[in-house]
Every structure is written in structure tokens, then in C-alpha cells.
């Protein structure tokens, strides 16, 4: 392989315009025969329309089945260096809150020992190592564990758990999120490396129905913070908002209710709180004035995910309320209840929310012990096919 | 390699280690908040205290020498504290009002935007395209950028009816938030997937491959004397899981793969509930280096709703205001046959009712 | 015999016929109408005209010397013009207004009560049930006797927030509207049919049998030498329909056939689009003659419904206002596993967002 | 067999209360030995809590092979007079129009042939003449047909097509629904008579919005009517309902309109007619006040079916407008397009909703050759799955 630099008349297009180019980010480790292949295969795909990648045979570290996605060039004899090209996902702080040292150490470990590209972060949440080889993740892994981090999940186990940034940076938040994304975490550090599931299980914590991590539609399980007392409002304040001219209370407020709950006389807002569905649209227009009730919980909702391979599913409600108070006890039993239900009838590859689907709701919940409640449900059956049980007649008798 | 015992199981650091000062103060106890410029919030706390967070735009795959870069930053005008977010900017946390225009000023000249807050376009949330993955039907960072590029004003401006989250995913894996954002792109193969029959055996297991096919069109198959499968072409629509689980079925093709658009999802319960994203262009080409049918489209699509939908109107809200009919006909979008979904819910998305605007 | 050719094939006869003068002269120039009191409807035309329409309620199963009864009421007050609506009411056609109490006067001296107009409880649309039906769960005419001697008070009144549409149907086949009414009562089975294996071979076509099966339920198996079938009890959901297409699976069962309960269904377009209805009550035991629990429960479901809904709202639009949650929690109902649809769109009826009442 | 009447002490609690009774109506002809089996059985199954007919061969009269539903008692020693006890479908008059003349006329040959009871009427519209024998069903027919009156449908044919009293007696009729509804049956008596098709196949007319036939729930091919233009309007009528007291214009009207295109501002009401979807609520509300436009036509929805086997259908839109002028070419092309297809590709027993959900809506379209339009949807897909056909490269080259 010729040490001179690859040529990306290509790629260099994208090296243009207002917007922070990747390729610069490459480029910046054109000195490295690494960065030199990964460009020169990229650029090989902007020719050809086509990727260059395979996955081949499990890679990990040492004791751990997740963490580690592996990663082979097909045009290995051209781009050599990247052969094998490997990503780490480091489990990432609660909140994404790091301090400059920390993210210093990093950098020199990934610099050291690995294509020194990252993503600051992936989708899920983690850290992403972007490209090493084999023989390096393991000093990878120890150099990590050593100030402090650990590899996140992969595989059919629990991935890496994500929170918004909560009551850290939020007036908003229910619920404390990193503590309880922490919690989490530690307590189930075997099930996020080593993969004993019949598929990949997210848990994403979100402060309030805003929603920040997208919870509903990526997480196994979504905990999304709200509250079940009234609205508190700062009367004075929805003057000074209406006063100013930058809300139009009728419109933009009331009329945006999706329960229409609240009513405007131009002087007081009146808020029916026992029709408020928790929306936060109208603290969200007003957050100097409203702010959610202080009886603060959250509801946990199951099953999103994408579409492979029954179709892509929402998170639906589980549990409509239920305070966040660690050690989350109630919590963790439902979930080992539904992980153990889970992995011993659950097929191959089929997510939680497929599984409840096959299964039932209605058998999934008697399985786990759990009380059907109408707020599970967006509306009754109207179907008639009812598998109605022997104890239907017992009860009449 | 290092000495001592090796360790296991320690999980992320804990967080606090990581909050500025003020954070650990007034933990729990903001009051308020504003969004006094793009890209700047001011969190108000019940003690009086302000924290202020200046948002930058990324390109998400970052070196470390950026990374560095940025900690630099963090130490010279937040006392180190910086965080990253769920849309892969990176926050500044400044305590002193004054520095703020500093910073902004070094983070432009670096060439990193500060933006995406409020009624504004954030970072595309993207997966990782030819730099990374084995099942990409394209490229992620190369349409990201050559997106921003073209919607950068929206970033760096509050002057959309409301938020507009965009996402890109270069298989149907959807890695990423595809299937509820305001506007997604999704890389998609439109071809039967190749098999490699003399590999198959060797690579794959039969029951999980035959397994993985949603729509049943994989049979087994003996191929010259070998074990392999058989796929019925007019079962398969291309979605590439069986490519996921035995890289002999080979689904990348360099002239039939490319780009669809999909809008009007969300996840947030404001207002209305959580929605998925709809299809509203079936195929694109795959363009590289720039891509400029699908950056065109999605630029006319940022368009047509930040003419027409009103103030807190998502994507999705405005449609549904509106309606789909009226949709294609604003976008001048044509409506074919793969926008009506036949797959297992199909009867739950037609109009079943006489509700119609003439 | 007739000693005329034989005639097939002629349809109904015109209509035009039937219609009454005024009805022939003011055929679509009809300008609007009143509803001056319960079960009087009057249509003026563009001419000036009046048209009287006086609406009384029948049990639908009507013996020819009833029909009799009618034709003589129309001949006394209506030049011999009637008509019979959808929900099976008679209408009686009038053009002279002075008329009208007599008629009406007259109709319910004869035990024919008039009323089913605007805002009220129409005849109850129903089937044949043990009259005539061969897999009916239970008896129609005699439920909706029961039912409508109770609601009576809501035919001849206008009371009602909104129309009140109730239906009946026998089995799960739901001859009639069950499937969008306001309060539908169904009949149902509860248990696994018994198979008369001696008699299957004879009566029945086996492929027929076993695609007939909406769960797959149904498996081909040899009893007693003979080819026959064996049905998977955990996949049997009592639907009926295998006794549909063959007499010797047989359905019936005394002890533990009984009746459901479904709530907002509806068909107009007026305001919210048409929808199907949900099940709030899964089972009430088949207790003839006069139901008392059915009747109870609907009873109490119209007396809920009357005291919360607001002006113009249906059935399905007040509890769309109020949610499932509360409509459960107002009418004392229980919530159970049953209600939670496990068919195959189960899943687009979970409540896929934290927009919570709690 | 005794000639003394049965008890029916249950069937007896059955003639009290104020609303009519079916079993009076039964009592009417207590004298004959049919009823006496008839009122016989009924009490044996209020006593049992079980029903005693069963189905058997096919009946019907010459040339035909619907329009008879045969009936059997499966107790035939004890009730021999309903031993047989078969109903025919009588095909109604458009909008169930009739003089009392003819009305005597269907009595005096069904007192004559069968068991004098009828149903004015039946689910699908029919006459039904509950109860005959076999060698009765011919005698009827002749009569019948002299007196200008035929079968309906029964079976795997087109089912007796039904009408809401349209034009004659209502003023927001949007075409002529009698016409119509006539046009088609006449058009298609071979179909109608002679099951050749897959399963069953009903067209219901309803001449507005409110659907009065419940066609949306119960047809396979319903004809809604409709406009295309502005609500007619007479303003002073509006001020005097609102002066009446008797509407709220604001909350009864504006509030409850599903696309909120109306505005009220005390003297004018004002309606942004291209946001209307033809809902009827507020003509509805004020009909003195508004009514339909002039441009008007149809919406053809297709698909409604009751639960079995796939579960219960709404239809749903299938020509978005259509005027709705005799002699119909463009919609009954299209119905024996349909019609030929179905029966080609439809599977025993598949209602066309179930088959064009089996082959998706695009396909169905494309095969009968009508082209796709959004107002058939209520969104796009959500899911990826996308059949791409061959075209799409051809197009793009
Ligand atoms: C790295 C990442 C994309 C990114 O660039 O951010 C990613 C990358 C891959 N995902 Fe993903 N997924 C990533 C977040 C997601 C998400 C979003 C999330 O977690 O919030 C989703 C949607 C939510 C969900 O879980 O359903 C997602 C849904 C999938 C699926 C479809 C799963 C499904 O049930 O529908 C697959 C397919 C599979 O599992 O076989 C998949 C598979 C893959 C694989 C492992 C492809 C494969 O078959 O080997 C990709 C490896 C790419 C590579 O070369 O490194 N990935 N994947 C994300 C993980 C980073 C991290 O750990 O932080
Ligand atoms: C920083 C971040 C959380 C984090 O821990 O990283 C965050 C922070 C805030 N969000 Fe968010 N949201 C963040 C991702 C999200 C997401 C997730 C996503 O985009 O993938 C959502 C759901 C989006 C969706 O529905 O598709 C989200 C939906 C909201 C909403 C609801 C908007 C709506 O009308 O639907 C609000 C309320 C608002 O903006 O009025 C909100 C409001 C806020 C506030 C104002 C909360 C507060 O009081 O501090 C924060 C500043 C918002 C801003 O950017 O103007 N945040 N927010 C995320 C920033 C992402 C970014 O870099 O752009
Ligand atoms: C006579 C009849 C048509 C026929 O050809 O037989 C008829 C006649 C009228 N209907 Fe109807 N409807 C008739 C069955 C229906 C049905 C079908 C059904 O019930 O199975 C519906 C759909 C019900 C549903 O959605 O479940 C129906 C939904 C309406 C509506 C919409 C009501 C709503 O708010 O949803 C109106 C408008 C209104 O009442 O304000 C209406 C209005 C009317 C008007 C006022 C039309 C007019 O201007 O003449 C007629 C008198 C209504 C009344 O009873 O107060 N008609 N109407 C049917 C009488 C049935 C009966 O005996 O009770
Ligand atoms: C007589 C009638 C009920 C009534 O009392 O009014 C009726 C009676 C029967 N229906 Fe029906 N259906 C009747 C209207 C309906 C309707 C309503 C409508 O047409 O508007 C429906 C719902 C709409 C639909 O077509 O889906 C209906 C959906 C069914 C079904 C389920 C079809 C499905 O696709 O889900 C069956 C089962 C079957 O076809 O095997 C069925 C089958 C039957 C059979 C033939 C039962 C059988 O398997 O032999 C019943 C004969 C009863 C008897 O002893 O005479 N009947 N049936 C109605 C016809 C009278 C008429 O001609 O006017
Ligand atoms: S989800 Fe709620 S609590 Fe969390 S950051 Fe967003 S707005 Fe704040
Ligand atoms: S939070 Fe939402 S539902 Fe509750 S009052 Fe505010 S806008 Fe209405
Ligand atoms: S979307 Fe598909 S191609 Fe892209 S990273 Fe995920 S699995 Fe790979
Ligand atoms: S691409 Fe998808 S549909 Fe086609 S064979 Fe593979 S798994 Fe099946
Ligand atoms: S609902 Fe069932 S039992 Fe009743 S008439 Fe129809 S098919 Fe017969
Ligand atoms: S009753 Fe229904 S579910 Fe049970 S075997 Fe028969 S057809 Fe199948
Ligand atoms: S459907 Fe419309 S036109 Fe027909 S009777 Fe009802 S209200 Fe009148
Ligand atoms: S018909 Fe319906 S949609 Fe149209 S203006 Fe009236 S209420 Fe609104």
C-alpha cells in the first residue's frame, strides 16, 4: 500500500458548505494509513453507489457478549487498515454531561488505540468508537474501566439506557432521570453485557410528556414523567404573557388544548386539571407562568421499536402512574418479571413489544401479575373474537 | 497494557461528577426557562441563578482532535462543563452572560453553527451509511450534510411554526428516530437480494434465515445439490432482514438502491399524540457526492409547511389539518399506488368515511 | 296455479307508484323540515307544500293482519300511502295536519307507539334469533322487547343529547348494524363446539371447514376410522363461523351461551367520522324471557350517557371527550383482560402515548 | 299432533309492556297449526336457552338460486308443521314506498302460501316472508311476480340493493337515490338471482353524508351523496335561529364543525367552504338555514362487511365525486370490473374488503384501472415494506 494520500474528488464535495463536514472530521486523520483506507473506501462507495462493509463472526471483549460490533472491510486487500474495523459503545454518562478532562481521557485512549473517530453519540446513546481491530479492544476496554467507563450494550441484551437531562437543565422534569437512568443501569450491568434475551431491550427515561429522548417510539420501555395534581400557574405571569403580545392566550393556548380544558376571560386563565391530559402544550407555550402539578410521578409505557420485523410499534401505557423513587422497587420487578415471561416464551429475534402483540396484552399482564386497566388502551376490542376463559362460567355459578 | 486487576461491570461514571457547580446547586429547583437567541437558553432557578447553555451543531462523527477542541472551549468559558444532546449537538454551560458572544463567535469561526433551539430546525439524528455499515442503501453523513447545508438558515434561525425534527436511516432497521420525525429520509432497496448459493451453507442457518423473512418469501431450496433457499420475487419487498441474518443474501445493489422521504411523525405529546412518519416520496436516486433530488425535495417540503402550517403547528399537525389530499396537492408530490400501505394494518389507513374537502 | 308464462327476473316494481301525489309533485324540491313533536316529521317544499310523516314503532316480526291493520290506517288518513324506514318503523304519510292526532291517536290504542324521531332512542335493529336462526346465542325479538319496554319512555320522548342508535344482533355473523351502533347487545359463545364426528364426513366439505377458521383452529384428524376434524381448543375463540359452513360442528350451548355489550359505534359522517363499536361488557347469561341483567345494563348505560354527554354529542363522541379510563370508571363497569382486543390489529388499539387523565 | 293450543308461560311475559310485542303479533294467528308448532319451539328454547332450527340443502324456486334461506326444525317430530320453515326475501320497493293496496296484496298470498308472518323488514332491505315448506316457494314466486314483485338476494350474489327515502321525502338529497337504487337492481337481476360470485355483494344508496342506510357499515359498495360546492346559505334564517334560543351558533354550530371552518360573530355566520368536509352538522342543526350546495354528486365507498371471517370493515373511499346521472355507464363499468375480478382471484367466502386488503388497495386499483388518489387514504403508509415494481427503474433510465 503507497503511503501518499488517497485522492476523494468525491468526498471533497462534502468538505464545502456552512454545515460541519464529516469529511473534515476524517481529514483531520489524514496522516493516519487508517483514516487513508476509511477515505478511500468511502470514496470507492460515492463512485459505485455501493457500501463496502460486512459483519462476520462475534467480536467482543473478554466476559462480555455486547459492546462490540464487528466489522470487516470487503475489499480487504485494498484498504488493508481497515480490514477489520470495529466499533466500541461506551456507555455514556447520564444526561450526555461531561467536564473536559474526562472527554480528554477518552480521546487519548481512542487516539492510542483506535481510528481516533467517534460519534458523539450514537443513536441509542452511547459513545461510539468508530473503527478498530480486533487485537485492540481489550487494552481499549481495560484503559476505559480504568478511568471510570464501561462498554454499553449490543446484541440481544439491554442496551444502554438513555435519559434526557431532567432536573439538571429542566424545570420540567417529573422525575429525577440520570438518577434513575443510573439505577438502572448499575443494577442490571449482566444483562447489559452478556446477552441472554431473545432480542435487544431499550429502556429510554424521559423527565416529562415532552419527550426529549424519543422514548415512545425507540424504547422497550419508556419512562415518561408527569404528575396528577393540578397545573401550577403563576397568575400574574399568564398576564405578563398576554400583555406582551407574544401569545395569543385564546388561540395559542386554549385553543390548542387537546382537551379544551382551559378557558380565557382575558384577565384568568381557568384550567378544568381534572380533563388535562398531562400535554405540557400550554406550559410549554408559557413556562414563566405554568409549570406541572407537584405530585410528580411517571408513566411507563412498553413495547416501540423499528420495523423489523413486524412493523414499527409505539411505546403503549403500562403503567399509568407511578412515583420514581429509588431503589424503584416496584419497577425492577416488573421487569424482571416481563425479561424472565420474555426470554422464556418469546421467539428468536422478537422484540417485547412483538411478543405482547402474539401473545396478547391481556395474557401478557395476567403472566406478569399486572392489573388491566383501561388506561392501557386506546380504545376497547371491536372485535368480537374473545377468548374467554374457563373461569367465566365458574364466576357466574 | 495496564497492571492492575482487570475490571468489569462498573457501568458509566456517575453523572454528578460531571455537573457544573450550579447544576449541583440548583439541582431539581429550576423555575423557568428562555430561549433569548438561536441557540442560546437561559435556565432560570428558584435561588435566582442562571445557567446558560449555548447549543452547536455537529456532524456527529467527531475526531478526537474536535472533541479535544471543544473541551477546550468548555474550560475556557464554562469551568469544563460541557454536555452533548439527544440530537447530537454539543452544549456549552456558561454561568457568565458576558461570554456568551465569545463563544459563539470561536464556535462559528471553527466553523461549528450555534442554533437549534425553538421553533428551528435541530441535527438531523442519523445513523451510519458506507462509513460503517454492512446494509446501508446509502450514505448517512454524506445526505446529512449536503441536507444541512441547504436547511443551515433554519438552524441558526427560530422562524419555522415549530419544531421540525428531521432524521435519516439508511436501511429499513431505522436506526434512529425514522419512523416518528417530522421529515425522514430512509435509504431504501428496491431489488430482490442476490443469493450466494456456495456460500449460504457455510454462513448461515436455514431456520433463522427463513425465519427472519416478514412476508414468508424465502423457501429452502436445494441449489446444485446444495442446501440454500429459494426467494419468491413477488413476495419480497426488499426489506433486508434476511441480509441481517446471513450475509450471503446479498441486498446492496449499486443501481437500484435509494432514497425515500417520509413526513409528519413525532414523539412528544404536546397537543397531539405520539405519530409515525408517512410516506410521501417512494424513491429518490442515490445521488452522491450531493444528492440533490433529495435535498431539493426536502427542501421544498421545509418550504411548502413553513408557508402554510401555523404558529405550533408541527409537520404532522398541519397534514392533519389540512388533509393528505390537499398535501399532495400543495407539494405538487404525485400519489402512486406505493403510498397506499398493503402491508398487515393496510385497511386501518384508508378513509373510511365520506369526510371528504371537494 | 297461476296459468300465466312464468316471470322472472321483473325486480321490484317501480317505485314511482308508490309515492303519494304530494311526494310525485315535490319530488327533490323538498326545502327543509321540523320535527314538531315526537315522532312527527314535516317537510315543506320550495311549493309550499306540507308533508306529514307520522313515525310509529312495530316489533319488526309483523303478522299480516297487522300489515292489514296498517294498510287501513293509511287508506283512513293518508290516501293509502306509507312507507317503512330503515330502522323498521312504519311511516304514515299525511298531508292534512288536522289529521295527525287522530292517526296518531288510533296507532296507540292499538299498542303502536309513536315516536323514534330527532333526538331519541330508535327501534332497535335486530335479527331472528331463536325465531328462526339456526346459530343465534340467543333470542332477538325477545331481548329487544324486553329492552324497549324499559327505553320506551326515550321513543316517544326527545330527551336524548343526540340520536341513540341500538342494535342486536344474535351471533358473531352481526346481521344488521351491531358493529357501529351507539349500544349494540351480542350474542355470544363461550366454549370449543362439539364435533358430531359420526355425521362430519356426510354433511360437511372439509377444506371449506378448515379455511373457514379465522385462527387456524381447526385441524384435519381421523376419529374412529373415519376422516374428520379435531379443533385446538387454545386457538377456539367461539367465533361460530365453522357451524356456519358445517351443521355438525355444533356451536349452541345452552349453559354458556349469553349476551355482550358495545358501546360507540357509528355511521353518519355528522362531526366525527363513522366508528366501530367496543366491547365494555364481555358477558351477561342468556336469561329469558325477559333478560333482566341485559336490560339493566343498557338501561344504565343510556341513563350515564343522558346525564354527562353534552347537546349533539353521540354515544362515541362523549366518550371520546371523557376517555375510556373515565367511561369505565362513571358507569361501574369492570375492566378485564377481555377488553383488550388480542385479534390480529390488537395493537393499534393500545394506548400508544402518555396523554393521561390521572 | 294435539289440536289444542301450547302453553308459552314464558313467551307470555313477552305480551305485557308498553312497547309492541312480536309475540302478540305470532298470537294473531294462534289458530294455525304452523304457529302453534312455531310459538311451541320458541317456548322450548326460552325454556333451554338454546335455538332448535338447522340449515340443510339449498331451496329455492326454478332458475334461481337465491332469494330462499332454507330452515329446518331440528325437532321436526314435535313440531311438524315447521318442520320446513323456510323465508324468502322479497325484493322492497325503493325506499320502502308503499300503497296499502299492495301491501294487501303481499299479505293475501302469504297468508295463503305460508305462515303469515312477516319482517318489514330485513337488515338488507327485504320483505321477508318467514316461513314456508318447500313445495310452497314456487307457488309464491308466481304470485309474487304477478303482482309486479320478485326475489331478492341470498347467497354468494349481489344482495337486494337498498335506499334511503331520498329525494321524495328529504330535502338533503344529493341525487336520486330511488332512481338509482332501481337502475341497479334492474340492471343486475342476473346477479342478483343467480350466485356467481365469491361471496356476498351489497350496494347500499344513502342520499347524504348522514347515511341513513348505514351503508358505510354494511355495504360493499356504498353511494354517499354529496357537493362540491359552497353550503347554501340564507343568513336570515341563521339570525333567526339564533334569536329562537333553540341553537347555541357559536358552540352548537362552530365548535362542533370538525374542521372549525365556520365563524360566528353574533349577525353573520361564515364558512370557509373549501375547509369543509361535507360533514352535514351544521345543516344538520339549522336546516331552515343551510343546505348541501348545488354541485352534487356521490362518494362511492367500497368494503363494509360484519365480522367474518378477517374481522369487521368500514368501507371506505373508492371515487371520491361522481355525479350520479342514469343510465350510471362509468360506475357499473367499474362494478363489473370489480365483480369480474373478485371472481377471478376472490377466495370462497372473501368479501371484496377482505380480498382488496389481501391484495392491497394499489394493486386492486391498478388491475380495474382506476388510478390512485389520496382521498382513498386517510394517511400514507407508515411501513417500508414497499412492493417496487419493475417501472420504477424503467422511469428513472
Ligand atoms: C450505531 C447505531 C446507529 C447510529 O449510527 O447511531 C446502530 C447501528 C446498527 N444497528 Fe441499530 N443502531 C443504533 C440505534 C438504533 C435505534 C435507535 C435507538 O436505539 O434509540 C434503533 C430503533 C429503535 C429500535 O431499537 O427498534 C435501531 C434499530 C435497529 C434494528 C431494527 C430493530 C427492530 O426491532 O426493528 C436493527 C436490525 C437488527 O437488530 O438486526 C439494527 C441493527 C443495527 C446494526 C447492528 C446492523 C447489523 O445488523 O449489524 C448496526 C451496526 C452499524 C455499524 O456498522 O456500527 N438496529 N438501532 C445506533 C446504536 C448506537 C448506540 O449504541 O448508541
Ligand atoms: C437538550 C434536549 C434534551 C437532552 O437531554 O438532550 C432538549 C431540551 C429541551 N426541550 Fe426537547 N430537548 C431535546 C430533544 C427533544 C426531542 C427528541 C428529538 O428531537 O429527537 C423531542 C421530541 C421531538 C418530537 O416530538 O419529534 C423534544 C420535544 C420537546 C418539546 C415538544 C415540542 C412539540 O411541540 O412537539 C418541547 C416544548 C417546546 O419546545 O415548546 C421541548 C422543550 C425543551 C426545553 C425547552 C426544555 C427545557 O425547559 O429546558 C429544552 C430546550 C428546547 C430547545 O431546544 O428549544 N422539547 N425535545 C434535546 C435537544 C435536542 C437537540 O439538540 O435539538
Ligand atoms: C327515515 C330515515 C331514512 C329512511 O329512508 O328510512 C331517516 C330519516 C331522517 N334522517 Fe336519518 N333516517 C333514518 C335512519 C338513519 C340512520 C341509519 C340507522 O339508524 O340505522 C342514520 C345513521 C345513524 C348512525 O350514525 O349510527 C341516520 C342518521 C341521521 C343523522 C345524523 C345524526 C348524527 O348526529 O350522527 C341525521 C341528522 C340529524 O338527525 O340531525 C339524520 C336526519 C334525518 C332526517 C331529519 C332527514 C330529513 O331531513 O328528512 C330524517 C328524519 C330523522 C329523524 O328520525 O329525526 N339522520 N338516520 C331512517 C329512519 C330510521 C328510523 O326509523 O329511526
Ligand atoms: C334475515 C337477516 C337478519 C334479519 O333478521 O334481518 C339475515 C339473516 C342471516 N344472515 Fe345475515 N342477515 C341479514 C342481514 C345481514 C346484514 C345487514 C345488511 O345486509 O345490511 C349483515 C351485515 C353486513 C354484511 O353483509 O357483512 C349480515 C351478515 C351476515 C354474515 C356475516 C358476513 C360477513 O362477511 O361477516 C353471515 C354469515 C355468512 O354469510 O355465512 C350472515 C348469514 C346469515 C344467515 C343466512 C345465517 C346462515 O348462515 O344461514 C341468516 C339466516 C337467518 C334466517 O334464519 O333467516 N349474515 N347479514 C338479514 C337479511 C334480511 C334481508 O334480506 O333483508
Ligand atoms: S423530556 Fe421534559 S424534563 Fe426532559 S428535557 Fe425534555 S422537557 Fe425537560
Ligand atoms: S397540559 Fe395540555 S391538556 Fe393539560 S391543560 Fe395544558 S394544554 Fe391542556
Ligand atoms: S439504518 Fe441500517 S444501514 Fe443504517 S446503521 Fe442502522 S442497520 Fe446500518
Ligand atoms: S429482503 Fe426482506 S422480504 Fe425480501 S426475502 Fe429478504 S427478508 Fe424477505
Ligand atoms: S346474527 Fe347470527 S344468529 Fe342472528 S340472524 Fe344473523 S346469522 Fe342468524
Ligand atoms: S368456533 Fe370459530 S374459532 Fe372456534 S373452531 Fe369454529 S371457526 Fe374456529
Ligand atoms: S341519507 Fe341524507 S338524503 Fe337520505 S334520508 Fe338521510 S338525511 Fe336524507
Ligand atoms: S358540513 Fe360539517 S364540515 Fe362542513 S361546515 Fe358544516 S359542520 Fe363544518
Known amino acids: 500500500m503507497s503511503e501518499k494520500k488517497r485522492e476523494t474528488p468525491l468526498l471533497d464535495e462534502l468538505e464545502k458548505g456552512p454545515w460541519p463536514s464529516f469529511v473534515r472530521e476524517l481529514k483531520k486523520s489524514a496522516d493516519t494509513p487508517v483514516i487513508q483506507d476509511l477515505l478511500g473506501q ?231 386539571n381534572s380533563e388535562c391530559v398531562k400535554c405540557m402544550h400550554c406550559i410549554n407555550v408559557m413556562p414563566k407562568a405554568l409549570r406541572p402539578g407537584k405530585e410528580r410521578g411517571c408513566t411507563v409505557l412498553i413495547g416501540a421499536k423499528a420495523p423489523i420485523v413486524g412493523g414499527a410499534l409505539l411505546s403503549s401505557v403500562f403503567v399509568p402512574f407511578i412515583e420514581m423513587e429509588p431503589p424503584y422497587s416496584d419497577l425492577k420487578e416488573l421487569l424482571e418479571a416481563i425479561w424472565d415471561l420474555w426470554s422464556e416464551h418469546g421467539k428468536n429475534r422478537e422484540r417485547v413489544g412483538e411478543f405482547i402483540q402474539r401473545v396478547g396484552l391481556g395474557n401478557f399482564l395476567e403472566q406478569i401479575g399486572l392489573e388491566p386497566v383501561p388506561e392501557m388502551i386506546a380504545h376497547p376490542r371491536t372485535n368480537p373474537y374473545i377468548f374467554f376463559g374457563e373461569e367465566l362460567h365458574e364466576k357466574q355459578a | 497494557m495496564s497492571a492492575s486487576p482487570r475490571k468489569t461491570d462498573i457501568g458509566p461514571p456517575h453523572y454528578e461528577q460531571f455537573l457544573p457547580p450550579i447544576i449541583k446547586k440548583n439541582y431539581g429547583k429550576w423555575l423557568y426557562h428562555e430561549n433569548p437567541r438561536p441557540g442560546v437558553l437561559v435556565h432560570v432557578a428558584e435561588s435566582g441563578d442562571k445557567l446558560y447553555s449555548v447549543r452547536a451543531g455537529t456532524p456527529r462523527i467527531l475526531n478526537v482532535k474536535t472533541i479535544r477542541l471543544f473541551a477546550d472551549l468548555a474550560d475556557k468559558y464554562c469551568g469544563g462543563h460541557l454536555r452533548f444532546t439527544s440530537r447530537n449537538n454539543v452544549e456549552f454551560l456558561l454561568t457568565d452572560e458576558s461570554k456568551i458572544d465569545a463563544l459563539i463567535e470561536e464556535l462559528h469561526d471553527l466553523g461549528f453553527p450555534v442554533g437549534g433551539t425553538g421553533n428551528a430546525i435541530s441535527a438531523i439524528v442519523h445513523t451510519q451509511g458506507w462509513v460503517h455499515c454492512h446494509s446501508a442503501a446509502t450514505d448517512a453523513s454524506g445526505v446529512v450534510k449536503s441536507l444541512m447545508d441547504e436547511l443551515y438558515p433554519h438552524f ?203
Chains 1, 4 share one sequence.
Open chain 1, 42 to 272: 468511502l470514496e470507492r462507495s460515492y463512485e459505485e453507489h455501493l457500501g463496502h462493509w460486512k459483519h462476520g463472526g462475534i467480536v467482543g471483549v473478554m466476559g462480555y457478549g455486547g459492546g462490540v460490533i464487528g466489522r470487516y472491510s470487503d475489499l480487504p486487500e485494498e484498504f488493508p487498515h481497515i480490514a477489520h474495523f470495529h466499533t466500541m459503545r461506551v456507555n455514556q454518562p447520564a444526561g450526555w454531561f461531561y467536564t473536559s478532562d474526562a472527554l480528554r481521557k477518552i480521546c487519548d485512549i481512542w487516539e492510542a488505540h483506535g481510528s481516533g473517530i467517534t460519534n458523539m453519540h450514537g443513536s441509542t446513546g452511547d459513545i461510539i468508537l468508530l473503527g478498530t481491530t480486533t487485537d485492540q479492544l481489550e487494552p481499549v476496554f481495560s484503559k476505559l474501566t480504568e478511568i471510570g467507563f464501561d462498554l454499553g450494550g449490543s446484541g440481544s441484551d439491554m442496551r444502554t439506557p438513555s435519559a434526557c437531562c431532567g432536573p439538571a437543565r429542566c424545570e420540567w422534569a417529573c422525575y429525577d432521570t440520570l438518577a434513575a437512568v443510573y439505577d438502572f443501569t448499575q443494577s442490571y450491568q449482566d444483562e447489559l453485557h452478556r446477552p441472554a434475551f431473545p432480542y435487544k431491550y431499550k429502556l429510554k427515561f424521559a423527565g416529562c410528556p415532552n419527550d426529549c429522548v424519543a422514548s415512545v417510539a425507540r424504547a422497550d420501555m419508556s419512562f415518561i414523567g408527569t404528575w396528577k395534581d393540578d397545573i401550577q400557574m403563576d397568575a400574574e405571569q399568564v398576564r405578563q404573557y398576554a400583555a406582551s403580545g407574544t401569545v395569543d392566550i385564546q388561540k395559542d393556548v386554549c385553543e390548542r388544548c387537546p382537551t379544551r380544558c382551559m378557558s380565557w376571560d382575558g384577565t384568568n386563565l381557568t384550567i378544568d
Open chain 2, 156 to 358: 441558526v434561525n427560530m422562524d419555522l411554526p415549530a419544531k421540525l425534527r428531521i432524521a435519516f436511516a439508511c436501511c429499513l432497521n431505522m436506526c434512529g428516530a425514522v419512523h416518528c420525525s417530522d421529515i425522514a429520509i430512509l435509504g431504501v432497496h428496491t431489488r430482490v437480494p442476490e443469493i450466494d448459493h456456495a456460500n449460504l451453507p457455510k454462513m448461515c442457518e436455514l431456520p433463522t434465515l427463513i425465519a427472519s423473512c416478514p412476508t414468508g418469501a424465502i423457501r429452502p431450496a436445494t441449489v446444485d445439490g446444495q442446501q440454500s433457499i429459494h426467494i419468491e420475487e413477488h413476495l419480497c419487498m426488499y426489506c433486508g432482514n434476511c441480509f441481517t441474518v446471513c450475509p450471503a443474501v446479498k441486498i446492496n445493489n449499486a443501481k437500484t438502491d435509494g432514497l425515500s422521504i417520509w413526513v409528519g411523525g413525532k414523539v412528544s405529546n404536546a397537543r397531539t399524540e405520539p405519530k409515525f412518519s408517512k410516506l410521501v416520496i417512494p424513491f429518490l436516486p442515490n445521488n452522491p457526492p450531493r444528492w440533490p433530488e433529495t435535498v431539493e425535495a426536502v427542501k421544498h417540503l421545509v418550504e411548502v409547511y413553513a408557508a402554510n402550517a401555523r404558529k405550533y403547528e408541527r409537520m404532522s399537525e398541519w397534514v392533519e389539518r389540512i388533509g393528505w389530499p390537499r398535501f399532495f396537492k400543495l407539494t405538487g408530490l404525485p400519489f402512486t399506488k406505493y403510498h397506499i400501505d398493503d402491508f398487515t394494518h393496510a385497511g386501518e389507513t384508508y378513509k373510511r368515511s365520506a369526510q371528504l374537502k371537494h
